[in-house]
């Protein structure tokens, strides 16, 4: 996240938030300010509910194997996955006239590889990165196995988006 220095921009977006929830509180409580020295927007995205389903659940089943204590773990983002309690955050930071949507989307698997680039791609790799090199191995494979043979061609990418302005 950056703001121009000369304070010419006037939109925020943030995209990312794979911290711990105080921190993002933190962060927002922060940027609340942010659009009234500018005059503009903040705009906030976050993965919603069954992100990556039905491929997610084969993830963490994976992970579960080789590493139990790493199973579902870190997922601050489940805070706020759905329009109320994403509101809710904003409110807590003193945002109270914020539109929430929340929109469903699909996002293409053609083959096990795209799905193992989504899973590096993502706030997965953080949860990935910490298993030793054989268990990496057993997690990829159990996952490239799973997207085969289930035959599935896509996962849900569902998201929640927040603007808010300065009136």
Same mark, same amino acid.
């Given at each position: 996240m950056s703001v121009c220095a000369d304070r010419q921009t006037d939109c925020l977006t943030v995209t990312d938030w794979r911290s711990s929830a105080r921190a993002r509180e933190y962060r927002?409580?922060?940027?609340?300010?942010?659009?009234? %020295?500018? #005059?503009? %927007?903040l705009a906030i995205t976050t993965w919603g509910p069954r992100w990556f389903e039905p491929a997610t659940t084969a993830f963490w089943n994976s992970v579960h194997e080789v590493r139990p204590d790493l199973y579902k773990g870190f997922n601050p983002w489940d805070r706020i996955c759905d329009p109320g309690s994403l509101r809710a955050l904003l409110a807590e930071a003193g945002i109270q006239q914020a539109k929430v949507i929340a929109e469903a989307g699909e996002h293409p698997i053609p083959s096990p590889d795209a799905w193992w680039s989504a899973v590096l791609g993502s706030g997965?790799?953080?949860?990935?990165?910490?298993?030793?090199?054989?268990?990496?191995? %057993?997690?990829?494979?159990?996952?490239m196995t799973y997207?085969?043979?289930? #035959?599935?061609?896509?996962?849900?990418?569902?998201?929640?988006?927040?603007?808010?302005? %300065?009136?």
């Open positions: 927002v409580r922060g940027m609340s300010r942010i659009p009234e %020295k500018l #005059g503009g %927007k997965y790799r953080g949860t990935f990165d910490q298993i030793n090199p054989l268990g990496q191995q %057993k997690v990829r494979t159990a996952n997207i085969r043979d289930s #035959g599935i061609t896509s996962v849900e990418a569902n998201v929640v988006y927040a603007i808010a302005t %300065k009136t």
